[in-house]
């Protein structure tokens, strides 16, 4: 039976992630992928539908070449109707958009094409289900593009479609700058393109279990779970917040990449006993009725030793500066910093080393946003907090600025 992948988002997720799998697997006939730049649907079409994508090993670099790939545009008119077709007869779907406030944005919303296309396996039986995975970072990402889906069609999608949450601790970027490109050996996208897509050989990425009658998955190598949100969480709070931590840490040494403090033993120590002693013992108490290895002590540590090595991976040359942009975000209330300290907390657990990294956090936001004080920064951050919850996290911030 011929089988069709659609992609939403020609990205580093989408590039690096949905795609070399869905190719890789051999289990497609067609690989379509809709982009709004035209300029990257361009040198797609300009290739024959291949490009390339650089593969950080923990030992070397690799190329790997991705080929058969249509790109549309879905703000032209006949590349919508070409996309809407495609998406009735796909079998598997991906969204990467920069952030899940895209999904019904624009006058060539995914929503909107998404409702339009997948409308149609309700109308033609020779259509397979489908499942649509939604790969933004963010918890609820399913739920959000179903909901902005049933704007489109209110009767809903099931039984045959299923959006699945994804939990993505894959490493991923785009390179832009030409000269880092060239320095760097790495392969672009496609030829006179100025883009390089980056990414580390990590593939164990987690889908939910759920799927509509009669599918039958054709990227194999995901790792289906019945509930996502512990692995959600454990990604958010343990390795997306200890990430940062690493950084701003590195940020205050005057490092520039993230494997040179990789080479800071007092540094990586700091690290390693802030995600044991307190990311890890508030996930493990949180979590400690899931039934997988990874919230037992042991399965902790060697996911720690594992996500350890793969942050300072020399090959990603991951700046600094992108691991610890936007620090107001990162310190907001619900968010992995203060979320991890939470955790830390109600396992009886003072967070030390995660309240250091919050605390140069707060000296870059203050920087940023132009806030002067700390104080008055966290009143800010956190106005609508009820102060009686803030007084433990705003003392320990403030204090280890002492």
């Known amino acids: 039976m011929d089988r069709t992948f659609v992609g939403f988002g020609f990205g580093a997720i989408q590039g690096g992630l949905f795609l070399p799998e869905a190719f890789r697997s051999g289990n497609f006939n067609r690989l379509v992928v809709s982009e709004i730049d035209q300029e990257t649907v361009d040198h797609l079409r300009a290739s024959g539908g291949v490009y390339s994508c650089n593969v950080a090993g923990e030992n070397s670099l690799e190329q790997i070449e991705i080929s058969g790939v249509e790109a549309y545009n879905p703000l032209v008119d006949e590349d919508r109707r070409k996309l809407v077709e495609a998406i009735s007869e796909a079998s598997e779907l991906c ?182 002693n307190e990311s890890g013992t508030g996930l493990i108490k949180e979590y400690a009725h899931v039934d997988d290895e990874l919230f037992t002590e042991e399965g902790f540590r060697a996911y720690v030793d594992d996500a350890l090595v793969r942050m300072v991976n020399p090959f990603l040359r991951d700046p600094v500066d992108r691991v610890t942009r936007d620090p107001s975000r990162k310190l907001g209330w619900e968010d992995r910093l203060l979320g991890a300290m939470k955790l830390a907390r109600q396992a009886g657990v003072e967070p030390q080393g995660l309240a250091e990294g919050a605390r140069i956090a707060l000296h870059f936001a203050c920087a940023e946003k132009g806030w002067g004080s700390a104080e008055n920064a966290l009143d800010v951050l956190w106005e609508s907090v009820p102060r009686q919850e803030q007084v433990f996290f705003r003392d320990l911030i403030l204090a280890s600025s002492d």
């Not at 970072?137 to 889906?149: E, K, Y």
């Not at 000269?179 to 939910?208: C, T, W």
């Open 95 to 276: 969204t990467a958009l920069p952030s899940f406030k895209l999904y019904d944005h624009g006058s060539a919303s995914v929503a909107s094409l998404l409702s339009e296309g997948l409308s149609h396996k309700f109308s033609r039986e020779n259509l397979p289900p489908a499942v649509v995975y939604a790969a933004e970072n963010d918890s609820r990402a399913a739920s959000r593009l179903g909901n902005s889906c049933l704007k489109y069609r209110p009767e809903g999608f099931s039984p045959r479609v299923c959006f699945s949450e994804t939990v993505i601790a894959k490493m991923c970027s785009v390179v832009t700058d030409p000269e880092r490109i060239q320095k760097e050996g790495l392969r672009p996208v496609a030829q006179r393109f100025s883009k390089a897509f980056l990414v580390e050989a990590y593939d164990h990425i987690l889908i939910e279990e759920k799927t509509p009658p009669g599918f039958r998955r054709g990227i194999e190598r995901f790792v289906a779970k019945s509930d996502l949100d512990p692995f959600a969480q454990a990604k958010f709070l343990g390795h997306n917040a200890i990430h940062a931590v690493l950084g701003y840490l590195a940020k205050a040494r005057g490092i520039e990449f993230m494997h040179e403090a990789g080479e800071d033993e007092d540094l990586m120590t700091k690290i390693n006993a802030a995600f044991i």
